[in-house]
């Protein structure tokens, strides 16, 4: 199977020059900013025209077209309309039956999807879009597989995080303590499988680092871990305590570990690819912090990922100070 970065939200093919250069202006970038709505639009019109040919709706550059839309709405801030095309794009892969173990350009589409799903349903508090369940077990995958499944785990615990599953699971505390089990385990399942190409390297040091440099390469593989770290955040912060303070004082300490090692990884992580899924596990990993100066450090971290890719228009960093205001408010 073809090695893929799971990371790289923009998929390219052939016969796709409609939506010209990048699907976004960086915030360094000359040029006219409506250049990329004039794009979007002319986009759209085409995908209403071409879908009058039969052929053409079940056409791989449909997939890419569509998948580069909805990266640029998500790049752009336009919830509502990406919202939108993230379920007509499921509709349209469920129709074809493409999945996580499609081959080809169907294969990479479809976890370019689920990144961006994913990432949508984490902030809409709902479950992604998926329902897929993988046939190939852990043993059978490559390092490039391995890295990518660890998307359809965090997609699980997103899932467990939604607002849905929440409600559900105040009359059943028991139950959603046994499920949020039964999801790390299956993290630590995948973390056991893992192969050398996610060991992390030699890098230089210093005791007056606020966290402790991971690097990790390549790229899609420390991401990938950051995916890791962040499910396990996400759980930490959304199952039910019913141990008292010493379980407490664990799972906080745990907390800070996973929050460390997503902010260790962001430090050596400078590539674009890589740069919008870095923002997304650092804004995970920045909820639950405390100290100004790790708070600090994480928006700067947030910043340097924004200036890479020119996401989001509006800065996460600005979100996440938001959520802090509102936490330290709370009685």
């Given at each position: ?9 923009n ?35 085409y ?46 892969q469920?129709?074809?039956?493409i999945?996580?173990d499609s ?27 998926t329902?897929?369940?993988p ?29 849905e ?17 039964a ?11 893992l192969?050398?190409?996610?060991q ?12 402790e ?12 871990f ?16 019913i ?78 100070k938001?959520?802090w ?7």
């Open positions: 199977m073809q090695e893929f970065d799971f990371t790289n939200l998929i390219d093919t052939e016969g796709i020059g409609i939506f010209g250069s990048s699907v976004v202006q960086s915030p360094a970038c000359d040029g006219d900013p409506n250049d990329t709505l004039r794009y979007y639009y002319k986009t759209l019109h995908i209403q025209e071409a879908m009058q040919y039969d052929s053409y709706k079940t056409s791989l550059e449909l997939l890419a077209t569509c998948s580069i839309v909805s990266a640029y709405e998500m790049l752009d801030g336009s919830r509502q309309d990406w919202e939108r095309h993230l379920k007509g794009v499921f509709w349209i469920r129709s074809q039956v999945h996580g081959s080809g350009l169907k294969q990479a589409v479809w976890w370019a999807w689920l990144c961006q799903d994913v990432w949508a349903a984490f902030r809409e508090k709902r479950r992604p879009f329902f897929w369940r046939l190939r077990t852990l043993d059978e995958l490559d390092p490039y597989e391995l890295a990518a499944r660890s998307v359809y785990f965090f997609a699980q615990v997103v899932a467990f995080c939604s607002r599953d929440t409600e559900a699971g105040k009359n059943d505390p028991l139950g959603r303590i046994a499920s949020a089990e999801l790390k385990e299956a993290l630590e399942t995948w973390r056991r499988h192969t050398a190409e996610f992390p390297l030699p890098y230089p040091t210093s005791k007056e680092d606020v966290f440099s991971i690097w990790i390469h390549s790229p899609v593989f420390a991401v990938a950051q995916t890791y770290y962040c499910a396990h955040i996400l759980l930490l912060m959304n199952s039910p305590i141990g008292g303070l010493d379980q407490y004082t664990q799972q906080r300490k745990r907390l800070m570990e996973c929050v460390g090692k997503v902010c260790g990884i962001a430090l050596t992580l400078s590539d674009y690819p890589s740069s919008v899924m870095c923002s997304q596990c650092l804004y995970i990993a920045g909820i639950p912090l405390e100290s100004k100066r790790e708070r600090e450090c994480v928006l700067s971290l947030l910043e340097a990922c924004r200036e890479r890719s020119g996401w989001p228009v509006k800065p996460l960093g600005e979100e996440l938001a959520r205001e509102e936490a330290s408010e709370t009685p």
